[in-house]
């Protein structure tokens, strides 16, 4: 579980991120996870175009999930405070509730850089899931964070085209929606892989918080400071340079030592077994670090210094902006597997009911009648092993037909040596 006292210790001195999160600190009793991911996509807005190359340019635009209970875990407070503060500093960068994907090309065609926040994500990701009118604007917005040029429009005089999109997304979603709503789709092809995942678990507030690792409270940090910050940033991102790689093979190499500790000290809490759905989200845990260490750069490491004092001289990634990447994927990746470990752990009595919902009718049921009731909601994978799991512990049993053909199914142990006779419904 992700511990604020491990939020904290990943944070720059100074800088708009730890004056960020000193803020949120002050004016909620939110997890500090959600601040740092708060003011990561907050940054994220204004960072100009820098890419470091792993395997292909990675830019700094960043999406990020607050997964917490509902209602006490403060996830909209964050991203509350996030949306006020790029509204202070450049209210154009906020994209508002695009209908379409035509729209989103449209917003994007006009400034390449936004951000979109979702208090209650849930909404969006319902009114964007496969099958609906609007599935093809979730499509465009994930060829966004691959940073693929975007268009719409086949007539060429009409067409609209964006070269480089930079989308930020921060969004609050309740745990149980995500409980109730996602499966191997989303978390391996889908766009759940792509977000930098903070879940902080369960948190009580009789009577208001004790934290976790209670900051001192000598300065009052506040709203107006990290606006300051941040429109400083904001001017100074022109003279930002390109980043021209790593700080030599030696930092480089500590970046891979790095992330190999980070997944071995993973592996070691968690079922190897259990990874099949996180593997596409761990496996873009080094994307999201190296977003993060070019953020960090921007707001108070090299790319910030080479700006001031060389405007638009190359800069290199160092040992300290690969620290805060490698501690950001550690958040992102733990936070992955404690939430997948908690939906696996609901996830076979959430498809068993929904199969035992098609026998309510009390009768018999042949397998593709099943699977045209229930599969709407599951992957054809996750049917088939949920109807032999059923079966394997008796909470479903294969009945063979006296026409021959297709079995059926029923939930009850049947007579023995009986077939059924769907003709008139009883065994024979």
Same mark, same amino acid.
């Given at each position: 579980?992700? =511990?604020?006292?491990?939020?904290?210790?990943?944070?720059?001195?100074?800088?708009?991120?730890?004056?960020? +999160?000193?803020?949120?600190?002050?004016?909620?009793?939110?997890?500090?996870?959600?601040?740092?991911?708060?003011?990561? #996509?907050?940054?994220? *807005?204004?960072?100009?175009?820098?890419?470091?190359?792993?395997?292909?340019?990675?830019?700094?635009?960043?999406?990020?999930? &607050?997964?917490?209970?509902?209602?006490?875990?403060?996830?909209?407070?964050?991203? %509350?405070?996030?949306?006020?503060?790029?509204?202070?500093? !450049?209210?154009?960068?906020?994209?508002?509730?695009?209908?379409?994907?035509?729209?989103?090309?449209?917003? &994007?065609?006009?400034?390449?850089?936004?951000?979109?926040?979702?208090?209650?994500?849930?909404?969006?990701?319902? =009114?964007?899931?496969?099958?609906?009118?609007?599935?093809?604007?979730?499509?465009?917005?994930?060829?966004?964070?691959?940073?693929?040029? +975007?268009?719409?429009?086949?007539?060429?005089?009409?067409? #609209?085209?964006?070269?480089?999109?930079?989308?930020?997304?921060? %969004?609050? #979603?309740?745990?149980?929606?995500?409980?109730?709503?996602?499966?191997?789709?989303?978390?391996?092809? %889908?766009?759940?892989?792509?977000?930098?995942?903070?879940? *902080?678990? *369960?948190?009580?507030?009789?009577?208001?918080?004790?934290?976790?690792?209670?900051?001192?409270?000598?300065?009052?940090?506040?709203?107006?400071?990290?606006?300051?910050?941040? =429109?400083? /940033?904001?001017? /100074?991102?022109? !003279?930002?340079?390109?980043?021209?790689?790593?700080?030599?093979?030696?930092?480089?190499?500590?970046?891979?030592?790095?992330?190999?500790?980070?997944?071995?000290? &993973?592996?070691?809490?968690?079922?190897?077994?259990?990874?099949?759905?996180?593997?596409?989200?761990?496996?873009?845990?080094?994307?999201?670090? +190296?977003?993060?260490?070019?953020?960090?750069?921007?707001?108070?490491?090299?790319?910030?210094?080479?700006?001031?004092?060389?405007?638009?001289?190359?800069?290199?990634?160092?040992?300290?902006?690969?620290?805060?990447?490698?501690? +950001?994927?550690?958040?992102?990746?733990?936070?992955?597997?404690?939430?997948?470990?908690?939906?696996?752990?609901?996830?076979?009595?959430?498809?068993?009911?929904?199969?035992?919902?098609?026998?309510?009718?009390?009768? &018999?049921?042949?397998?593709?009648?099943?699977?045209?009731?229930?599969?709407?909601?599951?992957?054809?994978?996750?049917?088939?092993?949920?109807?032999? *799991?059923?079966?394997?512990? %008796?909470?479903?049993?294969?009945?063979?037909?006296?026409?021959?053909?297709?079995?059926?199914?029923?939930?009850?142990?049947?007579?023995?040596?009986?077939?059924?006779?769907?003709?008139?419904? =009883?065994?024979?």
């Amino acid at each position: 579980m992700i =511990s604020e006292e491990q939020v904290w210790s990943a944070l720059p001195p100074q800088g708009f991120l730890h004056t960020f +999160i000193r803020h949120c600190y002050e004016a909620s009793d939110a997890h500090l996870a959600f601040a740092l991911a708060g003011g990561l #996509v907050t940054l994220a *807005t204004f960072a100009p175009y820098i890419e470091v190359q792993h395997g292909s340019p990675v830019p700094p635009h960043l999406w990020s999930m &607050l997964v917490g209970d509902a209602y006490d875990s403060r996830k909209s407070t964050i991203v %509350g405070i996030s949306r006020r503060m790029v509204a202070q500093v !450049d209210p154009a960068r906020i994209l508002v509730n695009p209908e379409s994907s035509a729209a989103l090309v449209e917003a &994007l065609a006009d400034q390449e850089q936004a951000v979109f926040f979702q208090s209650e994500m849930g909404d969006f990701l319902t =009114s964007t899931g496969r099958g609906s009118y609007k599935a093809s604007l979730r499509t465009k917005m994930m060829e966004c964070w691959d940073g693929s040029p +975007i268009s719409k429009g086949k007539v060429k005089k009409n067409a #609209v085209y964006v070269n480089k999109p930079r989308l930020s997304l921060l %969004g609050g #979603v309740a745990t149980q929606f995500v409980q109730s709503n996602s499966g191997a789709d989303e978390w391996m092809n %889908g766009d759940f892989s792509r977000y930098f995942i903070v879940y *902080t678990g *369960t948190h009580e507030f009789p009577g208001g918080r004790e934290r976790d690792n209670p900051l001192p409270t000598d300065h009052p940090w506040g709203f107006g400071e990290s606006v300051e910050i941040l =429109s400083r /940033l904001h001017g /100074l991102a022109p !003279d930002v340079g390109p980043c021209v790689g790593w700080g030599g093979d030696a930092v480089k190499k500590y970046w891979v030592e790095q992330m190999a500790q980070m997944e071995d000290d &993973l592996h070691a809490r968690h079922d190897r077994e259990g990874m099949a759905w996180a593997r596409s989200s761990l496996g873009r845990a080094r994307v999201t670090g +190296i977003k993060a260490a070019l953020l960090w750069s921007f707001d108070c490491g090299p790319a910030w210094w080479a700006a001031q004092h060389h405007p638009g001289r190359g800069w290199r990634l160092n040992k300290e902006a690969i620290d805060f990447g490698v501690a +950001i994927a550690a958040v992102h990746a733990e936070s992955v597997m404690t939430l997948l470990s908690r939906l696996d752990a609901n996830h076979y009595e959430r498809q068993r009911r929904r199969v035992l919902s098609v026998f309510e009718d009390r009768r &018999l049921h042949r397998y593709a009648d099943i699977a045209v009731r229930v599969k709407p909601k599951m992957t054809h994978r996750d049917f088939d092993q949920v109807m032999e *799991t059923m079966i394997f512990h %008796g909470d479903l049993y294969r009945i063979p037909s006296r026409l021959g053909g297709e079995d059926y199914y029923w939930v009850e142990p049947p007579p023995e040596n009986v077939l059924f006779d769907p003709e008139t419904s =009883s065994w024979v």
